[in-house]
């Protein structure tokens, strides 16, 4: 199994971008408040709003996240 698959830290924060772009809200957190989970998707999620509201495209962003 390759190693991306296995940091969870990762996923979470890759999730977090993707629904910060989709434009969902902080409070659509999908795991318990005060986890390293909701931790890193909330950090992912901030970097997200914060690349949509510098007016990053849509290609960009799927260029990003491919890349994370």
Known sequence: MK???RDLEHRSFVKGYQAAVQGRTLAALPY???SIMAYHWSRGWR???EDYWNG???HS???K???L
Do not use: D, N
């Open 3 to 5: 190693k991306h698959k």
């Open 32 to 34: 318990q408040e005060k």
């Open 47 to 49: 970097e997200g709003k």
């Open 56 to 58: 990053y495209k849509q």
């Open 61 to 63: 962003f799927q260029q």
């Open 65 to 67: 996240a491919a890349s």
